[in-house]
């Protein structure tokens, strides 16, 4: 064999292994399988490899593109897109202003009223709504914290166009107090809500000692907040075996901060007056089928008032 000879099949194996040291596929072993055959074989098969990989991008030398990794295709692939726990909200306000009134006045309202009680809960005083059960056994009524039929206050909550809409379902209703702690009670916890009250009834005024006096005298500065009271009414007997002429002092006496408040509020002295009304139980002493008897009693309590106020 010539020098010229030895020198062709050096450079032959010499490609052949740089095609071999470069191939990305791995399932071509062919370079490996074919045995050595002299200078024409290898001439044909060097070849025949480079047109096998003529049109292998992977194969490319100094190509910029970055194969894949498998690893990050298959955890790309296999990986389930998360799914939204999130419920559907009910569309309320895509309803027309009628149904929506009719959803309030079932959540927000009570068709045996509402009537206050003060209680305890988690030690410390507050408001909770009752009903009073009859008792005919004795002449004191039951009352039953447990028995109130619920409501939702918690709509108002949702968002400011309900709380404009839902506002007076709640709070413009009449709303029935056992005494002032009860009313004390509720006044305190409501907070700014105070302004939209506009119907109190009072079941008990001027009773007890201690306490319940104190607070006749603390629940009515608060009452004073509520700019837009239409009517304050005492349902009840005002103090034991009052006189009627003595009805007005004890009233002044210890609601004088609401009456000089809301009379401030409104821009005359005698505002307060004007919404006060009296049940027949509130005039003793006065025969209850006598009605004008009662008319008269009621009319010289607010006579009186308005004399005290200055006016």
Known sequence: MTSSEITSTAIIVHKRKRLQVSYVNDDDNGLDDQPETGEAGNEDNSHQDLDAYEHDLSATFGSTKKVPKRSAVKK????PKPR????????LMSLPAELRDEIYELVLTDCNGIFVVSTFKKNRRTAARAVVVT?????????????ANPVFPALLAVSKQIHSESVGFLYHRRVSFYDTQALHAFLATVGSHRQFVRHVVIRSFGYGQGVSRAMDVAAFPLLGLCTDLRVLKFDCRIGYRTLPSKIAPRIHRDAHHFLEAFGSAKG????AV??????DVACPYVDPQDRSGIAKCKDQTRKALRKMLGC
Not at 136 to 144: G, L
Request: no cysteine; charged share 45%; hydrophobic share 30%.
């Open 274 to 279: 004007d919404i006060l009304e009296f049940g």
């Open 268 to 271: 005359r002295a005698d505002a």
């Open 135 to 147: 008792d005919h056994r004795n002449r004191f009524n039951k009352i039953r914290v447990d028995r």
């Open 76 to 79: 790309q692939k296999l990986t």
């Open 84 to 91: 939204s726990n999130r419920k559907k909200t009910f569309p």
